[in-house]
Structures are given as C-alpha cells and as structure tokens.
C-alpha cells in the first residue's frame, strides 16, 4: 500500500521505529513552510537551526534508503501550508495511505485531525517515541489531588523508570539535593568553554531574507555554532558529561555577565527536535555517574535528572492536560505592554541588559536568567501574559509551545493562579545580587527603594504585592512576604509605589 508519512521540524527522532526498515512504498514528506515560519516572529538563530536539523536528518535518512520529498522554503512548487503539502504529496505518489506522528503542539494536532477528516484515504498517527511519559499520563497521575505539585510526579518517575533508585529508595538517600544547587560562581572554578560547531549559514539567512520571512535577534551567518545534526548533537552531550556536569547542579542557579552558559548542557533544542531522546540523555549521564573513575557527586546528577525526568514531562503532562484554555489564563489581570528594550536589551538596568542582550545574540538563556531576571521583571512590570508569551516563544531556540507556554504563563508569570508554582517567582534585587554579579556594575543600587538610583526592582517588588493583595489573600505560601508588607511604614510603602508607578509608565528611560 502506498503510503506518506509527514515528519514535522521538531519530529527529527532517526530512532524512529518507523526507520527500522526501508520500504519504497513509502514517501516521507517534510517541509519548511511559511505557516511554520510566520505563527510568531521567530529569532533568526531559531529557524535557521530548525532548517538545518530538517535538512540534516532528510539527508541522513535519505542515505539509509528512505524515501522523502522534501520542500524548500523557496521552492517553486512549495505549497506553504501543511493541508496543501499533504494533499499534493498524497495525489503525486498515489497514495492510499496517510500517517502522522502525534505533534506536541495543540494548533498541529487539532489542524491534522482536521486534515485527516477531510482525507479519502485511509489515515493513522502513531506516537513518537520520545518522551517517558503519554499525553494523558500526568492527567490521570494527579486525577482527585487538589495540587499538582511537581516533587510528587518526579519521584513516582524514578520509581516507575527505575531512575537512581534503589528499593523504592533514592540514590544517595535524598529524592531532592535542590539545597545545595543554589550557590553563586565566584569565577574559583573554571567554566569551560561552550562546544560549537561552526559552520557558514549564509545560504539559509538569504534565504530568509530573499522571502522576507520577518525574524528578530543577532546571528554571525559565517559561524553559527549550535549543534544541529545527530552526530553534533550526541558530541554536546559527551562534552556535558565530560567537562560540566561535575559542577551542573552546584551552579544551576547562578549568574555571570561574562559567563552565558556556565555548567548548562544546552541540549535543549536537540531535545525537543527530537535528535535526542530524553531517555538517551538521562542515560548517557548515568552511565558516566556510575563509572565511578569520574568521581561525580550524586547532588551533580539528580539536579540535572530532575529537570528531564521531572520538569520536562511535568510541562508536557500539564499542556496536555490544561490546553487549549491554559492559553487565555490571566488571573493576575496584567495588562501591560512589554517595553522596547526586550527588542534591543538597551536599559540601565545590567541584569535585564545582559540577559535580554544575550538572549538576542544567542536564542538562549538559561533557567534562572529566563526566570529571576526577564520573566520577574516582566511580572512585577504587569505585562499581559499573551506578549510575554509571544515574546518567549519567538526569542529561544528551544522555545515550542506546550515547554513555553507551561514555563512562560505558569511557572514565571503565575497566569494560570498557581497550576505549576504554588506562588509567584518574584524577587527584589535581594535575590538577584545574591545569585550574580550584575549588580556590581549597574547604574542603580540593589538596597535602594526609592530615589534615582534605587534599583527597580525594589519598589516594583512591593508595588506587586501590594497591589494584587487580593489574588494572595488565600496563598500561605505568600503569608510571610504579605506580613512583610504590612509591617512596612505606611509613607514608606506609599513612596515606593509612586516610584513603581512611574517605573511602569516609563519603562523605556529605566
Ligand atoms: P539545562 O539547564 O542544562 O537543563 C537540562 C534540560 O532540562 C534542558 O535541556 C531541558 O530539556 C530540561 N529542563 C530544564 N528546566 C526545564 C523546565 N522548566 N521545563 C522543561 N524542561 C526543562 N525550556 C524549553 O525547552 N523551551 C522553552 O521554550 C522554555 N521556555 C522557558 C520559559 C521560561 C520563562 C522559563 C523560566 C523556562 C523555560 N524553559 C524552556 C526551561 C529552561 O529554561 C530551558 O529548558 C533551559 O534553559 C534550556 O537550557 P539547557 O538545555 O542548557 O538546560
Ligand atoms: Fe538588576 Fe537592580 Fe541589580 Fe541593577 S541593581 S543588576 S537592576 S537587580
């Protein structure tokens, strides 16, 4: 039976059972396409690593025997969205069979149930065979629990994956070594450099250009450095193993303007393409963990664990079981208009300068700096959580929907009134100077509340929770910061919400 099999930009997963074996009855189609390009305005790094890791794998595949049509961005004959491109690929290999791997977004999966109705031919979707965990499986996890607290689904993962436990009990005898990932890096223990692979993009940026695809961020189209093919992709991983995980979790909360990356993996994008599996990752660097001449604290592994095992399919289980309302959730009411400087990282204020403006070079920032500095400062300011979002989701290169939108709209800016944090990531400069090192050289005062150098942060801190009092009043986990304000002098409190104020209204002079 003739069949096409559509592969989607983040289904680049060459461990596929679908690959096990070359049939020339079936045609594999992929495409880059203007409907992908243009849902938001992507960073420039973003697509072109997308496109890159689309062709990569046609190649590899094509070299195995698999049969594919694949469509430039510019090819003549380039349908540019997925409904057209299915139908021609299905009229022009007579195909009487269509089949799809589930996508992970809720916009493909509507639109290729949608397609698929409209077919007359036979049709099937098939799991993709990357994530640990299914669709429905946190849904019915948490099925009767008042909270869906992320602690509780992770350690039910490493029991039911067998995942650095022994007899039901945690390696080491913590399930959680969150403590001792919290320090700051003075600069004693070198970081080492960022793997890359260079290589000249600059067909592909003029490809861009020529068809006028709207992109925003910085890119060096003689070196872009990102890893995009497997084998690429699996060296990152090595090199994590090797050189940054020995001090992963010591320093997964910290910040530095002269290091970007720090003990990060950056496997990101590798794993929501689907170049890597999860499964691999968590595996390769327990492998590395037990050979124990490599001598790696367990506090080490279990923070990067977590994050895979845990945070990663928590976000998916909670977008599958939340959307498509988690979408429109604002329970904060925040209203805001995100201020030019996240278009050009130009502001005084050198945490948002250096971590916007790395975000611009680079599509990435890492957990913290995505958290404590832009995404804080984008709740304290008030921004309405749909620019937030667009705005995360154009910017990093890992950035697909259902890991956005449960980072952006839950977890940094509380939109969805405590699904997954139970209060809101907000913080004074307090946090921020204890964690880096960019107060040191900005323009404004982390112990300031008012005046001209008061540091923003401050008044927009307590403006906050003075003003969304409300939406707390039953959050105990907010009682103890509440009671902080409320012992606060009343003048006081009065002087630093003028200043806030005016911070909001002017956020473009701060
Ligand atoms: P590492 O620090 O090395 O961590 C290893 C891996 O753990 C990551 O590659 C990632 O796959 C996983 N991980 C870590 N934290 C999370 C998390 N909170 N949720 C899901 N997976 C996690 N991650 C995305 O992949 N795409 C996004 O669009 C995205 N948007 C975010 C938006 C906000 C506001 C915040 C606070 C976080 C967001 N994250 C997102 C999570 C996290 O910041 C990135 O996964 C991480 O910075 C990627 O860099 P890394 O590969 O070096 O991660
Ligand atoms: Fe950021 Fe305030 Fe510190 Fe400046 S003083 S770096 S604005 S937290």
């Keep these: 039976m003739k069949t096409v099999r559509l592969i989607l930009g983040d289904q680049l997963n060459q461990n596929h059972s679908w690959f096990n074996d070359v049939n020339d009855d079936i045609t594999y189609v992929m495409a880059e396409m203007r409907q992908e390009t243009d849902y938001v305005k992507h960073h420039i790094q973003k697509v072109v690593a997308f496109f890159l890791a689309m062709r990569n794998f ?3 595949l094509s070299k195995k025997g698999h049969h594919f049509i694949y469509y430039k961005l510019n090819d003549k004959n380039n349908p540019q969205q997925l409904a057209e491109i299915i139908s021609k690929t299905i009229q022009e290999t007579n195909a009487t069979k269509f089949e799809y ?14 397609i698929c109705n409209s077919l007359n031919i036979t049709t099937d979707s098939h799991d993709t065979e990357h994530f640990y965990t299914t669709r429905l499986e946190l849904k019915d996890f948490y099925k009767g629990k008042k909270q869906m607290v992320m602690e509780n689904f992770y350690r039910m993962m490493r029991k039911k994956h067998g995942i650095m436990v022994t007899n039901d009990q945690p390696e080491g005898g913590k399930w959680n070594y969150d403590q001792s990932n919290r320090n700051k890096w003075k600069g004693k223990t070198p970081v080492p450099k ?3 692979f260079p290589k000249n993009v600059n067909d592909i940026v003029q490809l861009l250009h020529d068809e006028n695809v709207q992109t925003f961020g910085n890119i060096d189209d003689t ?3 990102w890893p995009v093919t497997r084998v690429e992709c699996l060296n990152t991983l090595d090199y994590f193993c090797e050189q940054l995980l020995p001090h992963f979790g010591d320093y997964q909360d910290a910040m530095h303007d002269d290091e970007k990356f720090l003990f990060h993996s950056r496997l990101s994008f590798a794993m929501n393409a689907k170049i890597l599996s999860p499964k691999e990752v968590i595996h390769t660097v327990l492998d590395h963990f037990y050979d124990k001449s490599n001598d790696i604290n367990v506090s080490q592994v279990e923070g990067f664990v977590r994050q895979i095992l845990g945070w990663r399919e928590y976000m998916r289980g909670i977008y599958w079981k939340e959307m498509p309302a988690y979408k429109k959730l604002n329970i904060l009411e925040n209203k805001n208009k995100l201020p030019e400087f996240f278009w050009t990282g130009n502001t005084k204020m050198n945490c948002l300068n250096k971590a916007i403006g790395q975000s611009l070079d680079t599509s990435y920032a890492h957990h913290i700096q995505r958290l404590m500095i832009i995404g804080n400062f984008a709740l304290l300011t008030q921004i309405d959580p749909n620019e937030v979002d667009q ?3 154009g910017v990093y290169i890992d950035a697909i929907e259902w890991v956005e939108i449960t980072n952006t709209r839950g977890m940094s800016q509380f939109a969805d009134g405590g699904i997954v944090a139970t209060k809101p990531y907000v913080s004074s400069a307090n946090y921020i100077n204890k964690m880096s090192n960019y107060c040191g050289k900005c323009y404004y005062s982390p112990t300031k509340k008012i005046g001209e150098k008061a540091c923003p942060f401050n008044s927009l801190y307590w403006n906050f929770l003075s003003e969304k009092r409300e939406h707390f009043k039953d959050n105990q986990r907010m009682n103890m910061m509440m009671a902080l304000l409320d012992k606060m002098d009343k003048n006081q409190v ?3 919400q003028k200043k806030a104020r005016d911070i909001i209204e002017n956020l473009d002079i701060y």
């Design 58 to 60: 046609k190649e590899d």
């Design 101 to 114: 791997l589930l996508p992970d977004e809720f916009r493909l999966d509507q639109q290729l149930e949608q």
């Design 194 to 196: 960022e793997k890359e």
């Design 223 to 225: 070196k872009f450095t």
């Design 391 to 393: 705005w995360y989701l």
């Design 494 to 496: 009065y002087e630093i």
